[in-house]
């Protein structure tokens, strides 16, 4: 089921959540909201659900004008970081809970060999008689997961679903949804703050910041080609440099950098930790070692400009040198964005 958001805006009270924001997400694709918290990924999830109205704008499902079909009808499935199990039923009966209120109606063997199929599918067979308090975090979300499922849902929609889990939990179930997501196709909207988990998961990125849309793209055309210094910087550690752009070019330092199509005046030189090699002299831009942090794989350099400005990189675990040895800063992979206000 496509679904296509059209110039959506929701206010509360007088504060606007939603700005304007239109996406298209095609049939069977999984597309990951992605910003800071309050940017209004949540507000979006809800009302694409069905359980927040927009004040302008309209959704489609398909060809239909989705806006006012009420929750139920929607054909929607939901998975909250929150949204607990029922305490007092089984697994077994938490994921056959909505097809026994379902209109679609079903026979007990239909709903028993349906559970049967779900707890298989979230590989959690042999759970089905155990309490949600019986089992762990991460196997609860694959129970709700079952139970969104359970009714055949046209769209999924999971809000931070593995937001309270640890690591390694995290990692882990985001490999097995992409996995599910992959066998059944569904259409699904995720929201999520954790940049990794959305590179992670979905074939679509939508970066958001206070209400509006900053980037549409796959993960790889927003990690190589950011378009603004704000999604270089959300999307991972980067460091920043005074520049100033004449005629396509950005001088650091007196070191010249590619800046085509960034007006003249104020910028900034974005580059990342892993994109700098530090040489004993040549011809990058001069710097003083402050701090040299370990890591297991890598080390961690604090560095400091001529002129003062703070910059980060890695290296080898082999790097010899320490706290106040001079050298240059060659920077791979550099990006200059204009400071002026559009
Ligand atoms: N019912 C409400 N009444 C008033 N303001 C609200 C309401 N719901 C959300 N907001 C505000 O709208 C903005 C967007 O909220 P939203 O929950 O959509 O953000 P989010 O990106 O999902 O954040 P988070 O990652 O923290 O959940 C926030 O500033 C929030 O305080």
Not at 39 to 60: C, H, N, Q
Not at 95 to 110: C, L, Q, Y
Request: proline residues 5%; charged residues 25%.
């Amino acid at each position: 089921m496509k679904i296509r958001l059209d110039t959506i805006v929701k206010t509360f009270d007088t504060f606007r959540a939603v700005h304007g924001v239109s996406l298209e997400i095609e049939s069977g694709e999984l597309v990951a909201l992605l910003g800071p918290s309050g940017s209004g990924k949540t507000t979006i999830l809800r009302m694409v659900a069905g359980l927040e109205y927009p004040d302008e704008g309209a959704i489609f499902f398909g060809e239909e004008n989705a806006t006012d079909i009420e929750v139920r009808n929607r054909g929607v499935g939901f998975v909250f970081q929150h949204y607990a199990l029922f305490p007092h039923m089984t697994i077994g009966e938490n994921i056959a809970f909505g097809m026994k209120v379902s209109k679609t109606r079903r026979s007990t063997a239909e709903i028993t060999e349906r559970v049967a199929d779900l707890l298989r599918l979230v590989q959690l067979d042999g759970l089905k008689d155990r309490f949600p308090a019986q089992i762990s975090g991460g196997q609860r979300q694959r129970v709700a997961l079952a139970r969104a499922l359970a009714v055949d849902p046209k769209v999924l929609l999971l809000d931070e679903p593995f937001g309270a889990l640890d690591a390694n939990v995290r990692r882990d179930l985001r490999r097995w949804l992409r996995k599910i997501h992959e066998e059944l196709g569904i259409t699904t909207l995720f929201v999520t703050h954790d940049q990794a988990e959305a590179l992670d998961l979905a074939d679509r990125v939508v970066i958001l910041d206070k209400g509006r849309i900053v980037q549409t793209g796959t993960p790889e055309e927003v990690c190589r080609a950011p378009e603004n210094a704000f999604v270089m910087n959300f999307l991972g550690d980067a460091n920043r440099l005074r520049a100033t752009v004449t005629a396509g070019r950005a001088s650091v330092n007196e070191i010249l950098f590619d800046a085509a199509g960034v007006p003249d005046g104020p910028a900034e030189l974005f580059f990342r930790p892993a994109d700098v090699i530090w040489r004993e002299d040549g011809a990058g831009i001069p710097a003083v070692i402050l701090r040299v942090i370990d890591r297991p794989d890598s080390k961690r350099i604090l560095a400091v400009t001529a002129d003062g400005q703070h910059v980060e990189f890695d290296t080898a675990p082999e790097f010899p040198f320490r706290t106040t040895a001079r050298g240059t800063l060659e920077i791979l992979r550099p990006r200059v964005f204009s400071t002026t206000p559009a």
